[in-house]
């Protein structure tokens, strides 16, 4: 970034995406919502294709902005039905005129449906590993954390607070997709060999747990999911960071490039280790808690096999996690990245997300504090 | 005594050996740690017996409560009866001496003496914690550490072993951990083993959370068709690493199968008893005739661990107070029996270069310190009176014994043949690598143990004599913990 | 008027560097050495904003609102800090599309 010449328009525009962010958080009206979402979303396109050079930047950012737009006419859509049927866009009169209506209902699920697209929420996910793959790392970082982190709140206030009436309804979808999208995600990031494209499919497992613990309904789920997604954004930053620091200083992204990588950077591979063992649910590191809370909160409504499953899933992520965790610390190989030289900025950033792996759940006031905000 | 010492004495140790800069340091200081360790675990023992003599009778001593969690009513609840101080002292046993045999790993020795002390870590906290969560905590911490070790330092097939068993307990955790949320939430909202000991459970939900943790812990000891991880992971894991897992690790499911499944779950262990005898039976006949079948020494002291375990777990299910004793009894004495086998194979495997039984012959002459140990504990596996395995196999046959009906009275004779399978198995593998002629000549050079190899050996045989000769101390630690959990089954 | 500079302080704030940046930009831009500093700087003051003022309310009739919860999620937590972090490594992260 040092060397290109539009540094403050990348900027701008991620700054722009996280003022859309911050406003569609606090919206309470749907209009807002639907204008800081777009705001959160169009930027980012742009950022997607900033790497100008490569063909598969551009395309990620098409294939991007046509899938949002897509999903974007469906979320007006499903607001105008509501609008109809209510006569109002503001959330908290919304709330009290739901009545549970057909019309609502597929309101509703054009509503839930363009959420799904923006959460990469199986089987709306398509988009995401292709515009993963494309991205800079930055991006890619900025959408599979950020973004995600952001829709998944508005989200849960919105089921929460305003299609509240309709639980019975969102719980059965919620269980469903949730199951549907941890399979999915945990059964195609077995079989990927580029780590972006890996940590992708990883992202979208890790939607399905978060949807777990929405699917609770009350304080659990959201003070749970909010803990998840802290402890999310640590280790998913992390691993990119550690793979972006490769794959910038030797154009490597292949998993198989990640063999004896021990040897010559022991400093990268044990903070890509930490990463990978808080995105797996290993302990101490704090995504062992934050999955568990998930399952926690879920667990409150006594579907034990939902949980179950989602407890299985575990398993299968922690196959995929450990075969890079193989890679690194095991196989052999004849010409291993080189001993990389990491600027002072670069470990700092890396030394605070791996400080926030061990203590944020070491250090419990972390997760009382949240729930005592709710 | 404070217990938070038993994982800050660890957890102390495992950053000094970070920070240490020479191998020769991270050898001492990995030493040291262990050695304090074993002197707390004694200490702990005598202030134990100093407050049960003093007449103390509540069941957890050295209580303490921290909160942690407070939101999710998660503490820091630790405590200690009868059957952790066993445990305990058993893991600083294994701990020193697996820290002994590995005095010359060259490769990478820092991350191995960190992974190893964070492995004994793991364990003392599971032993001492009243919270199931922090339980489970503790009991996951160890399934990395476990396949890095194998993976990294072992020998074989060892990434497919390291990977398998990494799967399968982390499945096994997947079964704990339901069972655990649905305690908690039936228990109202409490992950505390006392107070959940105290809670009535309906009888149709423990027929449900019963077979989750019990399974589920099942799977690290071992438990009949789910043990497959064992021959594979024992058998190429780095010497230290067998040690540690056949000696601690499924002793980890032993303890969670019994104080957490059995104990909070009495109905469902009635209801569920007879099948846990018949997979017990048959793993111990399974395991003692697999044993038969193997020509790698390793691979014979994982099969019999199979074997042997399955005692404690046919204790288990014969829900009697004796037999519950001796399945504990059992634990303990296996877990110091196959950590010294796993150290004398690796002693022997180090000097030949070879574990295959038919490779070797007359040991005995060029070695004659590490075969006699090699005896003693074969001896011990096979039951011999006056060690270990004899004690606690003859407590579990007593204990079963008591339940007079058929069932119960043909599968205990049919786990009793398995110690005469057991007694050929040993007895061969002894022989012929121990006694005759030497029948590879450039064995003749090889030298006998060293200091390291022998302190660790006599440190586990004093064990073994231990609860072999007057194992009295061990029963009293055990039989009221055993009481205890008898009373809640028999509904008092 | 002072329940808006509160309420929406991120908003604010985030709004201020986005002008700054564009300034930047017009006057002739700076050097990408010297500017990067001065973002992280910004950024670490956008981060610790973000301790202060957490109050519930709302604006515009309804239309905004906000609880210590949501400034919670909109700041400490999620983006600013990671963002933060992210930032940091942005120099050697980006290819350099020349």
């Known amino acids: 970034m040092k060397r290109t010449p539009h540094l403050p328009e990348f900027v701008t525009l991620m700054l722009a995406a996280m003022l859309g962010m911050d406003l569609m958080i606090s919206s309470a009206n749907m209009l807002i919502f639907y204008l800081s979402l777009e705001l959160a979303t169009i930027p980012v396109a742009a950022m997607a294709s900033f790497d100008l050079e490569k063909k598969t930047s551009s395309e990620g950012a098409m294939k991007m902005i046509l899938s949002s737009a897509f999903s974007s006419g469906i979320l007006l859509f499903g607001i105008s039905l509501l609008y109809g049927t209510t006569g109002t866009v503001n959330l908290p009169e919304l709330s009290q005129s739901l009545n549970g209506s057909p019309l609502q209902i597929m309101a509703f699920v054009f509503f839930f449906a363009a959420f799904a697209f923006k959460l990469s929420v199986v089987p709306f996910h398509l988009w995401t590993a292709d515009v993963y793959e494309g991205s800079p790392f930055a991006v890619t970082a900025f959408l599979s954390v950020i973004s995600k982190g952001a829709v998944a709140f508005i989200f849960i206030t919105m089921l929460y607070h305003v299609f509240q009436p309709m639980l019975h309804i969102w719980y059965m979808m919620l269980v469903i997709l949730a199951v549907l999208t941890m399979v999915t995600g945990n059964l195609f990031a077995l079989r990927q060999q580029n780590i972006k494209r890996f940590l992708a499919f990883s992202s979208i497992a890790q939607v399905g747990f978060i949807l777990v613990g929405i699917s609770s309904y009350g304080t659990m789920g959201v003070v749970s999911a909010t803990y998840f997604i ?34 010559t950077n022991p400093f990268l591979t044990w903070m890509m280790a930490l990463a990978l063992f808080s995105l797996a649910g290993i302990p101490p590191t704090a995504g062992f808690f934050g999955k568990l809370f998930l399952l926690t ?78 | ?17 970070l920070l240490a800069r020479s191998k020769q340091q991270v050898r001492w200081i990995s030493l040291a740690g262990p050695t304090v360790q074993l002197a707390m675990a004694f200490a702990l023992f005598y202030f134990f017996r100093r407050e049960k003599a003093a007449g103390n009778t509540s069941q957890v001593l050295f209580e303490q409560n ?16 009868g059957i952790a101080v066993a445990m305990i002292l058993l893991t600083s046993f294994v701990l020193i001496a697996g820290v002994l045999v590995s005095w010359n790993v060259e490769k990478m020795t820092k991350e191995f003496y960190f992974l190893l002390i964070l492995l004994a870590l793991g364990a003392y906290g599971f032993f001492i914690s009243l919270d199931l969560f922090i339980m489970f905590f503790f009991l996951e911490i160890s399934v990395i550490p476990k396949y890095l070790l194998i993976g990294i330092w072992g020998s074989g097939k060892k990434e497919y072993a390291a990977n398998k068993l990494a799967l399968m307990l982390m499945g096994g955790s997947a079964l704990i951990l339901v069972g655990i949320l649905g305690l908690y939430f039936l228990g109202g909202n409490s992950f505390d083993m006392l107070k959940l000991a105290k809670t009535n459970i309906p009888e149709n939900l423990q027929q449900i959370l019963f077979p989750l943790l019990f399974v589920g812990f099942g799977v690290f000891t071992a438990l009949f068709p789910l043990h497959t991880w064992v021959p594979d992971g024992h058998s190429s894991a780095p010497t230290a690493g067998s040690m540690f897992l056949a000696g601690i690790s499924m002793k980890l499911g032993g303890y969670g199968a019994l104080r957490v499944a059995t104990y909070l779950l009495p109905e469902g262990a009635k209801q569920y008893a007879d099948i846990i005898i018949i997979l017990s039976a048959i793993a111990i006949l399974y395991g003692a005739f697999a044993t038969m079948m193997q020509k790698d020494l390793k691979y014979i002291n994982a099969y019999s661990s199979v074997s042997h375990v399955g005692f404690s777990l046919l204790g288990i299910g014969m829900l009697t107070q004796t037999a519950f004793t001796g399945a504990l009894m059992q634990m303990v004495s296996h877990g110091v029996m196959t950590a010294l086998f796993f150290a004398v194979i690796g002693m022997i495997y180090d000097r030949t270069h070879t574990r295959m039984v038919a490779e070797m012959g007359g040991l005995m002459k060029v070695m004659p310190f590490i075969t006699t140990v090699f005896f003693i504990v074969g001896l011990c596996s096979l039951g011999l009176p006056g060690l270990s395995g004899f004690v606690a196999e003859m407590t579990v046959f007593v ?50 143990a060293r200091w390291n190899e022998k302190l660790a050996a006599i440190i586990l045989v004093a064990g073994i004599l231990a609860i072999g000769i007057a194992p009295g101390w061990l029963n009293d630690l055990l039989q009221p913990a055993a009481a205890e959990i008898m009373n809640r089954i028999a509904g008092k | 008027m002072n329940e808006v ?34 973002i992280h700087f910004l950024l670490l003051l956008n981060f610790a904003l973000g301790f202060f003022f ?17 400034a919670l999620q909109k700041h400490f937590k999620p983006w600013r800090l990671s963002y933060f972090t992210a930032f940091l490594r942005l120099d050697e992260t980006n290819p350099a599309p020349s």
Request: net charge neutral.
């Open chain 1, 297 to 374: 909160a879920g667990a409150s409504r006594a579907d034990y096999w939902f949980i179950l499953i989602a407890a299985l899933n575990m398993i299968i992520s922690l196959y995929y996690y450990l075969k890079v965790v193989r890679a690194m610390f095991m196989d052999k190989n004849e010409n291993p990245v080189e001993r990389l030289h990491t600027s002072n900025s670069v470990k700092l950033g890396l030394i605070i997300c791996g400080a926030g792996i061990v203590f944020t759940g070491l250090f419990s006031w972390i997760f009382d504090y949240i729930k005592s905000l709710s």
């Open chain 2, 66 to 81: 921290h909160k942690l969690f407070e939101a999710l009513n998660i503490n820091f609840h630790f405590g200690v009866d």
């Open chain 2, 399 to 448: 204990g079963s014994w008591e339940n007079a009906d058929a069932f119960h009275r043909i599968a205990t004779i049919a786990a009793a043949m398995s110690i005469v399978v057991t007694a050929v198995y040993i007895l061969r593998a002894i022989g012929r690598t121990a006694m005759g002629p030497i029948t590879n000549e450039s064995h003749l050079q090889l030298g006998d």
């Open chain 1, 230 to 263: 802290l402890v999310y954004i640590f280790s998913n930053l992390a691993a990119f960071g550690v793979a972006s620091v490769i794959a910038e200083k030797t154009g490597k992204e292949k998993i198989d490039d990640y063999k004896g990588l021990y040897q």
């Open chain 3, 54 to 70: 957490n109050k519930e309310g709302n604006l515009f009739g309804d239309m905004f609102y906000t609880t210590p919860l949501i």
């Open chain 2, 1 to 17: 005594m404070n217990l938070l010492f038993l994982i800050g004495a660890p957890l102390l140790t495992a950053l000094a050996v």
């Open chain 3, 5 to 38: 500079l509160v309420l929406m302080k991120n908003e604010l704030a985030l709004t201020a560097i986005i002008f700054f940046l564009l300034i930047v930009k017009i006057s002739g831009g700076m050097a990408n050495r010297k500017l990067l500093p001065v």
